[in-house]
């Protein structure tokens, strides 16, 4: 089984991603990362917010279009962690805060605006028993039909998925095809997290967050890369 470094190492650009699994111990895991080619897209820095993260411009000077680069790809609800890749993080928060299901909430999206990529929408939800996963992509290369497809994954000692946006670089960009990838998950946040960050694109790699939670405990740790620091 491959860790998601080996996954990442060699593929110059995967877009964002989204790692969930179990370490052989029983925690949870998760993490996030973003990659940008263009300087709007660079132009970004993790901030942590009081219940998980939010992305803000490095620069605000140099903001160029901010409605598919500033939302807060990280919120936790109750027991319930949402990891996404764009503002359906506050969409499945809202479902789930009125009782409603994280299918539910992904019927009401579509991926993103940005012909001709149509770059999917992937979405994870984890829990104590184990997380979901979704993406939400273009079925064609004119983005006339979406796609809408959940992954449900049991806790898995030691085993995680790992879903992202792009197959790789391209023109356009090739959408991520068939179920989150298997990777190996280890007991170590640390090792975890350099494993992602040492192995994405030097050039393309923006930002990662990565964390630990014990759902017996209610504990969480956790680890936030920016390339560029405020």
């Known amino acids: 089984m491959n860790s998601t470094g080996e996954l990442l190492n060699g593929n ?3 877009g964002r991603g989204i790692v969930a699994g179990t370490t052989p111990s029983g925690k949870a895991v998760f993490a996030y990362f973003i990659m940008g080619r263009s300087a709007n897209s660079k132009n970004r820095v993790f901030v942590k917010s009081e219940d998980g993260i939010t992305i803000y411009p ?3 000077t140099k903001v160029e279009d ?21 503002d ?6 809202e479902f789930l805060e009125r009782g409603g299901s994280f299918e539910g909430a992904l ?5 993103e605006p940005d012909a001709p990529n149509f770059t999917p929408r992937i979405s994870a939800v984890i829990d104590g028993n ?17 796609g809408r497809f959940t992954y449900a994954f049991e806790k898995e000692p030691g085993v995680g998925r790992f879903i992202h946006t792009y197959v790789g670089d391209g ?3 090739p959408s991520f095809s068939g179920e989150p990838e298997l990777v190996f998950i280890p007991d170590d946040l640390d090792e975890f997290t350099r494993d992602i960050w040492e192995n994405l694109d030097p050039d393309n790699k923006i930002s990662l967050y990565t964390g630990l939670i ?5 504990k969480e740790e956790n680890r936030l890369i920016n390339k560029y620091n405020k």
Do not use: H
């Open 66 to 86: 901010p409605s598919l680069i500033i939302y807060s790809p990280v919120r936790r609800i109750g027991s319930t962690l949402i990891v996404t890749n764009g």
């Open 58 to 60: 490095f620069d605000e």
């Open 171 to 173: 023109k356009p960009l």
């Open 12 to 14: 110059s650009y995967p």
């Open 130 to 146: 184990g997380f979901k996963m979704s993406i939400l992509k273009s079925l064609n290369a004119s983005g006339t039909a979406a």
């Open 107 to 111: 019927e009401t999206r579509t991926f």
């Open 214 to 218: 014990d759902f017996v405990t209610g």
């Open 88 to 93: 359906q993080t506050d969409t499945i928060y």
